[in-house]
């Protein structure tokens, strides 16, 4: 495989972790890399003036360490001294790359002028992302969507310019900030975008959920990497997957049920660790879900989890899955993934 680079910084690999707000965090972060494969992980997106005001919400999003590397922390905010300061900050905090968002369909963040709003701002943003890159050493990327609606596709035009602007490289969600995520994710609209820039790697963001899912992002987008965020939740192992199906054209043995049994434990102890045992139970009711669509270990356990407020609970319940083995006809690939229903939702 050829190496990706982002501006000065060198890519593992072309498989990055999108960010999902409330699941990409630091615990699952740590448990994705020790299973290998990841290329950068995103954090959460972060707003500019509360990281600068060094609110504690904020601190606990960007909470990271050493061995989380490289790690891109993605920033939104309509105001160029704002995101330039912070900027500053995640460099000498040791951020790999500033992350700059322009895609997050969000009320909340769009209301303001962040997120997928900036689309509508040509010129703003243009000099918003060329501030933000000259005030920083480290890479500076933009995500994206294609445009605000199907009648304004500004995803080309914005690439471009930010690349004469320095930026490292754009990461494209194949929808329209209207689409929310609904609908299909428009590989045409991301092959506008490759074809737009000289020099830069684009991301392909979609819809991946398999390797097949991201060997046609790739070949119908020509995009140099791709990233993938509800796919992963489902199946941390398709980053190691596809690094050993691009290396050998196999993506080796699928996780055993058991192996899944120990990656959510390896994780729930991860946000323990990071939280306590309240905030760690709490934390983790927000993902079980997750684990129950693939793992199905029945209603009665699914709502214990979903209530989870001890460890020695959570113990209990991994130890009695464990002993039962995996349910009749067991089957992860079937599982679907839920989409976030409107533009509003929170991914």
């Known amino acids: 495989m050829s190496n990706l680079r982002f501006g000065s910084l060198t890519l593992p690999s072309r498989w990055i972790l999108s960010p999902l707000a409330g699941y990409t965090t630091l615990p699952f972060r740590l448990a994705i890399r020790e299973l290998g494969g990841l290329g950068l992980a995103t954090t959460d997106l972060v707003n500019a003036r509360a990281l600068v005001r060094a609110s504690r919400k904020t601190m606990e999003l960007i909470d990271t360490t050493p061995v989380d590397r490289p790690l891109a922390i993605q920033l939104y905010g309509a105001d160029a001294g704002e995101m330039s300061e912070a900027a500053r900050w ?28 900036m689309m509508c701002d040509a010129t703003g943003s243009i000099n918003l992302v060329r501030r933000v890159v000259e005030a920083v050493k480290i890479p500076v990327t933009v995500k994206m969507r294609l445009g605000w609606d199907d009648d304004n596709w500004s995803a080309p035009f914005l690439s471009r310019e930010f690349e004469q602007a320095g930026v490292a490289a754009v990461i494209i969600h194949g929808r329209t900030r209207a689409q929310g995520f609904g609908g299909a994710v428009n590989l045409d609209g991301i092959r506008a975008v490759v074809d737009a820039v000289e020099r830069i790697p684009v991301v392909g963001n979609g819809d991946v959920r398999s390797i097949a899912d991201a060997a046609r992002m790739r070949a119908e987008t020509g995009c140099h990497a791709v990233s993938i965020g509800r796919g992963a939740l489902l ?3 398709i980053f190691a997957q596809l690094c050993q199906w691009e290396e050998t054209g196999k993506p080796g043995e699928s996780p055993s049920y058991h192996q899944r049994l120990d990656f959510m434990h390896k994780h729930f102890h991860l946000l323990v660790r990071q939280r306590g045992e309240r905030f760690g139970c709490l934390t983790f009711r927000k993902v079980a879900n997750w684990y129950c669509r693939v793992l199905k270990p029945g209603r009665e356990v699914q709502q214990k989890l979903i209530r989870l407020d001890f460890i ?36």
């Open 90 to 117: 995640l460099e000498n905090y040791g951020a790999s790359v500033v992350d700059i968002n322009m895609g997050c369909p969000v009320h909340k963040v769009t209301r303001g002028g962040g997120g997928s709003a």
């Open 312 to 347: 020695a609970d959570f113990d209990d319940i991994v130890q009695r899955l464990c002993d039962q083995g995996p349910p009749l006809h067991y089957n992860p690939a079937e599982v679907a993934i839920a989409v976030p229903s409107g533009p509003i939702s929170h991914w």
């Open 235 to 237: 199946n941390p192992w």
